[in-house]
């Protein structure tokens, strides 16, 4: 398969899914190495944004997806009737951090991070799609522990999660807050950069 045909049958499927597709998906049903497949889809992206085009192709880990143009949200809202995301609250916040940086996690390590309850934000943050479960602690109740989803990626702006600026070293005195703390400043930053794509609001 010629270069041009490859993209256009990446595009077309990215389109036709509306969900972000695992390059190895798209290597196998494309008969391409996934390499190539990364390649082309950066070549894709690179068009879709020097072109100003009303779609991007954004990488997600190991996964693809078209999504509209950041730009272009607020025409988007308004054609579709559709209300802007409130902005995440502090709670989530510090809930995101806390998962992000130390992943997978129980909620009582969330608990123990951040000294408060954090059940509501934990179920709410999970129903938002921006965290989910990934198994269970081999420990006394075998608790649940949580990650991040592609959905927190593209709602950060970021392709991967080795793109998270790097914590404090350890060592400091109140480590734990002053690592929270960084975080919670990087993820609040990201937001309000991606804004037209925050997550909806939780507590």
């Known amino acids: 398969m010629e270069l041009r045909e490859l993209k256009g ?5 990215l389109f036709a899914s509306g969900e972000p597709v695992r390059i190895d998906r798209l290597a196998a049903v494309l008969a391409a190495e996934p390499e190539l497949i990364s390649d082309a889809a950066a070549s894709i992206a690179d068009e879709l944004s020097y ?14 997806q078209l999504c509209s143009a950041p730009e272009y949200a607020d025409y988007i809202r308004a054609a579709l009737e559709t209300r802007k995301p ?34 509501y934000t934990v179920s709410v943050l999970e129903e938002r799609g921006l965290i989910e479960s990934c198994g269970h602690l081999d420990a006394p109740g075998r608790p649940t522990l949580f990650r991040t989803t592609p959905n927190f990626l593209r709602t950060f702006g970021l392709s991967s999660l ?42």
């Open 9 to 13: 049958a990446i595009e077309g499927i």
């Open 162 to 203: 080795q793109e998270l600026p790097e914590l404090p070293e350890e060592g400091a005195e109140g480590e734990d807050q002053l690592k929270l703390q960084s975080a919670i400043d990087t993820l609040s930053k990201a937001a309000e950069e991606n804004e037209p794509e925050a997550a909806e609001e939780a507590q």
């Open 51 to 64: 072109n100003g085009r009303g779609i991007r192709l954004v990488r997600l880990d190991n996964m693809l």
């Open 86 to 119: 409130p902005k995440l609250t502090q709670a989530a916040l510090e809930v995101l951090s806390v998962v992000a940086y130390f992943q997978p996690v129980t909620r009582a390590y969330i608990e123990s991070v951040r000294g408060v309850d954090s059940s």
